[in-house]
């Protein structure tokens, strides 16, 4: 190719053979030297279009030939400090290679074993060199043809810079439009957080006023419905409804099986975000590790997402800690209320019980009354005395409760109605095995002792009666009033020994129970068969019994003085045998 | 009647040279250029590359009476010959006998392979020296397509000197330097 384009140069540079020189007045070696510019300078053109360094290189290097008796030898580029042959698949020079590797910053002859001409023209942009093209001739080139290479080289390190700097320019445009599309995603990231955040900031908001105004359940309910768009209930650990805000509230509300909910709450517990069960999404209120209820976002739709399930989160948190806080003022109150109570049944001065109690809330000033509960057949003293409490509350008592020694202590401003808070607790215990006894009337704190004393002795008297289930008030004792008296224990034992001696003895020699069976017999007004029957024994057994009595004792019980005493005898033998409370202590 | 070639008026004998790349342009470029020709009734003729030839005629909704399309081999092209002479002689008869004006427009892709064996470009060169000494004595527009993804430098310095006009990448360039031969 080289030798062509040699012949073809040398008739264009001497233009003997088939061209003729310009008619404008140029000469042909002047219209031939143009003409060659002219070329570079299309040629020029089609670099400065090119953005790829070895297309414009490439270009270079195959006009060589058409410009002189020279060609193209090698070619290089820059690549990271480095001149690399380029394209690579050129055959290997390493001679060349390290002749090029050590060239200083100009153009220069390079020397090699076959002897032709070679030069080296380095090619320079903004930031120095940045390729080198090595031509080849047979022959050094004339001037002319020199000045066409340098021009060409020229051209081709301009049209490198330009492409260096388009590749720039695009590299920037590229990491431009990086910046931006990652400034564009950090603003909607930015757009969607503060979104989030104004969201989060209207739940706070909504709900520390709920709370500020201590609408209590129903209210954190409405709040919640209303910040979500779906209905919600709130629930007791055992799934009864408390609160419930939205459309839709199912009536009779439905309530799953203990050991459904047990084990709802417990797989609740386990996540650390809300449980969805079928249409419904659950979040525990449960502070510390009590679970005190359940809040429900009602979504049978599915349609709760991150919003609806981070209020449904705040609300929980925020009835839990109302709930925590409710629990603790209460535990505080009813301790102070237990405190005092003990205080007051035991003794204390007027004043101090005054203020105590008016820092309570309590009116002492008003007479009071102590009121004692116990119930048997119901496992945990607590839930009487937590049962009472609410009892109290349902009667709308002022009263303040305590607990000692398995007995409930109340004392109650006013008229205790011991019949309907007797109601409240069988109904609520599902057993009226219990005995509410009310003690006299105090006027005054320092009298209350007397009233506890009264209440715990008809309490036992009750107890120990023939009907030991019920109320009691010590005021209508009548008859167990002066019996169950510690002062004359004496002389009523005497009492007892002197009427009912000889069945006392009877029956512990014998391990019978004639005593019993006379005094039922006397309460029952001597009928036989309601004797008989409270007695669970056959009435021919009864009047065996009777017949015994009657010859151990020799009573005449037709003689009304003898009925008498034998009757008091008895009930005193049932106060003696009922060993009152406060002298077992 | 004066051509239009790109939205750029040619004058009658117009000798271009178009560096093009790849066949869209080439298409884009030279379709418009003959079918307009063709609707004004002036006789044109397609230097097509091998096997493009009835392409080029759906291309142009030919056949046309006013329509002639070559592909090399058994036409311009005779082995590895190029008869310069032979193919001006029966490209002048040619529009001797039309008596309209004449649009030729050749895709020079075929003189690649022409160029290959031996390095034949003082041949191209002479030839692209004749048909603008041809081109100056009838009505016509001759239009030689070079494809810049085909020929380098070395083709394209030589045609740019051969050539009295230059298109490339929508600029026509005016070559009042071009060579000339004494023909």
């Known amino acids: 190719m080289t030798a062509e384009i040699g012949s073809l140069t040398k008739r264009n540079h001497g233009l003997g053979e088939g061209m003729v020189g310009d008619a404008g007045g140029l000469d042909s070696w002047a219209r031939a030297q143009l003409s060659n510019l002219y070329g570079l300078f299309v040629l020029s053109m089609m670099m400065f279009d090119s953005r790829d360094s070895a297309k414009i290189l490439a270009l270079a290097a195959t006009s060589v030939s058409s410009l002189g008796p020279c060609a193209s030898d090698m070619t290089y580029l820059m690549v990271d400090g480095e001149l690399v042959r380029t394209p690579s698949d050129q055959p290997a020079g390493p001679e060349l290679d390290r002749i090029v590797s050590e060239l200083d910053d100009h153009d220069s002859a390079v020397t090699l074993a076959d002897g032709k001409w070679r030069w080296a023209f380095l090619l320079r942009g903004l930031s120095g060199v940045t390729g080198c093209l090595i031509v080849v001739a047979l022959q050094e080139p004339t001037v002319d043809e020199f000045f066409l290479l340098k021009t060409l080289c020229q051209q081709t390190s301009a049209a490198l810079a330009n492409a260096a700097l388009h590749r720039r320019e695009y590299e920037q445009r590229v990491e431009l439009r990086r910046s931006n599309d990652e400034r564009a995603t950090v603003n909607a990231q930015l757009t969607k957080t503060v979104s989030r955040l104004r969201q989060q900031q209207q739940v706070h908001d909504v709900l520390t006023q709920v709370t500020a105004l201590g609408a209590g359940e129903p209210g954190l309910a409405h709040a919640l419905c209303d910040l979500t768009g779906l209905p919600v209930a709130i629930e007791d650990r055992f799934g009864n409804l408390r609160a419930w805000a939205g459309a839709g509230r199912p009536d009779p509300y439905p309530k799953m099986s203990a050991r459904r909910q047990e084990d709802l709450l417990r797989r609740a517990a386990r996540l650390t975000r809300p449980l969805r069960e079928r249409d419904r999404l659950i979040s525990l209120v449960k502070p510390h590790h009590e679970v005190l209820g359940v809040v429900a976002l009602i979504d049978p739709d599915k349609t709760a997402r991150d919003h609806e399930i981070f209020t449904l989160e705040y609300g929980t948190t925020v009835l839990a800690l109302e709930l925590a806080h409710q629990r603790n003022l209460a535990e505080v109150e009813l301790r102070l209320h237990r405190d005092l109570v003990d205080d007051l049944v035991l003794g204390t001065d007027n004043e101090s019980a005054y203020a105590r109690a008016d820092a309570l809330g309590h009116d002492l000033r008003a007479p009071h009354h102590v009121v004692v509960v116990q119930w048997h057949g119901v496992q945990a003293d607590q839930a009487v005395s937590d049962l009472t409490a609410r009892a109290m509350a349902e009667l709308e008592w002022k009263a303040l409760c305590s607990r000692r020694s398995g007995v409930v202590v109340m004392l109650v401003q006013g008229e205790p109605d011991g019949a309907a808070l007797f109601d409240v607790m069988a109904r609520e215990l599902g057993a009226d095995t219990g005995v509410i006894a009310i003690g006299g009337r105090s006027v005054t704190p320092d009298e209350l002792p007397r009233s506890f004393t009264e209440a715990m002795r008809t309490l036992r008297i009750r107890q120990t009666s023939h009907a030991p289930n019920g109320v009691a008030s010590f005021d209508q004792l009548g008859l167990y009033r002066i019996l169950g008296t510690g002062n004359s224990r004496a002389d009523v034992e005497a009492f007892v020994r002197e009427w009912l001696g000889g069945l006392i003895d009877y029956d512990d020699s014998r391990a019978a129970d004639m005593v019993h069976t006379l005094s039922q017999f006397l309460e029952c007004g001597g009928n036989y068969d309601r004797t008989a029957t409270a007695l669970f024994i056959h009435r021919s057994t009864l009047r065996y019994r009777l017949g015994r009595i009657r010859k151990i004792t020799g009573f005449d019980l037709g003689d009304v003085e003898t009925r008498l005493n034998v009757h008091v005898a008895t009930r005193a033998w049932q106060v003696l045998q009922g060993q009152p409370w406060e002298e077992r202590r | ?183």
């Open chain 2, 1 to 183: 009647m004066i051509a239009t070639f790109d939205g750029v008026s040619l004058d009658v004998h117009a000798h271009l040279c178009v560096f093009h790349h790849g066949h869209a342009e080439r298409d884009s470029l030279l379709v418009p250029f003959l079918r307009d020709g063709l609707r004004r009734g002036e006789a044109c003729r397609y230097f097509a590359p091998e096997g493009e030839l009835d392409d080029a005629l759906s291309s142009l909704d030919g056949p046309d009476p006013l329509l002639v399309v070559h592909e090399p081999k058994g036409g311009h092209l005779r082995g590895d010959t190029l008869d310069s002479d032979a193919m001006l002689a029966d490209l002048d008869d040619w529009a001797a006998r039309t008596g309209t004006i004449c649009r030729v427009a050749g895709d020079m892709g075929w003189v690649e392979g022409f160029l290959q064996p031996g390095g034949k470009m003082d041949a191209l060169f002479q030839h692209e020296l004749n048909a603008e000494m041809w081109a100056r004595t009838r009505p016509v527009y001759v239009l030689c397509f070079y494809d810049l993804g085909v020929f380098g430098g070395d083709v394209v310095v030589a045609m740019v000197k051969a050539h009295s006009q230059i298109w490339m990448g929508g600029v026509l360039i005016q070559n009042p330097y071009h060579q000339r031969t004494s023909v």
